[in-house]
């Protein structure tokens, strides 16, 4: 969990601490409550407003519908929790993968962007005229449950071909595994790519393939100044994105919408830094 507080000036607090094991909603409610005390304790100005970025989906009452990372979540009252914490305050959440699209356009100086999150799932944001689509309490974007294959393999999510299911971290590795006839790791996946191996090579074009045929799919919606690609996975490997953009420029239509793909330019904590440009938002 990342906290941070920002004022007028240029005084810039943070901290940083992990979720304990999990015995409760309520022992994770008094974590997080000390966390944001002891970031606060002695700053002299009230809180004006709070942005948080949740890791899960959440409904438009507020409650956690799933939060893979902690499924004990699930029916939980977030929005009222949350009032709870800082009474009298404006609070704003959003899916953190949507904060982390409003990070990246307010970054890239754009008004219209869509990003994609590639790590262990796959998540993502549409930013339209500097506000998140969908907007606030309508849900969240969730692009990797995009079904890009009928016939893929089965998601998390019980379905089939979710492009979370073909072209995740996780994913990758598994198709990896199965040219090499064992396990691989990230760093064994990383260092073949890098030696021109054709096994690593295969099981990576496959998710950018995927990755392609959505962002394609998205620029024909809602015709964005640009697609940033980011997340650890992403990141991490060898001119991820440029593969991406080869596939991306063979599915273009004539006289389709341009797609944009770039480097997503913030790293891990850029849906903090969304959440923080969240609670500054007029409600």
């Known amino acids: ?34 966390g944001v005390r002891e970031l606060c304790d002695g700053l002299t100005n009230d809180i004006e407003a709070v942005g948080v970025a949740v890791p899960a989906t959440v409904d438009r009452s507020g409650t956690v519908v799933t939060w893979p990372g902690r499924p004990g979540w699930a029916g939980f009252d977030l929005a009222g ?8 305050i404006p609070v704003r959440y959003a899916d953190d993968g949507d904060l982390a699209a409003l990070a990246e356009a307010h970054e890239a100086g754009v008004r219209d962007l869509v990003h994609l999150g590639v ?24 692009a990797g449950h995009m079904i890009v294959d009928r016939a893929g393999p089965e998601c998390d999510c019980g379905r089939h071909g979710c492009l979370q299911a073909v ?11 199965a040219l090499c006839g064992r396990d691989v790791s990230f760093t064994e996946l990383r260092a073949a790519l890098v030696h021109g191996r054709p096994w690593a090579a295969d099981a990576l074009e496959e998710s950018c393939a995927a990755l392609a045929a959505a962002a394609v799919s998205l620029a024909e ?24 953009r080869r596939h991306a420029q063979r599915l273009v239509r004539p006289g389709g919408a341009p797609v944009v793909l ?22």
């Open 1 to 34: 969990m990342a906290l941070k507080v920002t004022g007028q000036g240029a005084a810039v607090h943070e901290s940083v601490f992990r979720w304990p094991v999990f015995e409760g909603t309520r022992q994770d409610l008094s974590t997080f409550a000390e």
């Open 221 to 244: 919606l809602v015709h964005p100044d640009r697609i940033t690609i980011g997340g650890g996975f992403a990141a991490g490997l060898p001119d991820f994105v440029e593969r991406v």
């Open 262 to 283: 770039a480097d997503a330019a913030l790293g891990g904590l850029s849906s903090l830094q969304g959440a923080v440009l969240l609670a500054r938002e007029p409600v």
């Open 81 to 88: 929790s949350l009032g709870g914490l800082f009474p009298g």
């Open 119 to 142: 790590g262990t799932g796959i998540g993502g944001g549409i930013v339209l005229d500097g506000r998140l689509c969908p907007g606030s309490g309508r849900g969240s974007c969730e």
């Open 167 to 177: 072209a995740s971290g996780p994913a990758t590795l598994r198709r990896a595994a």
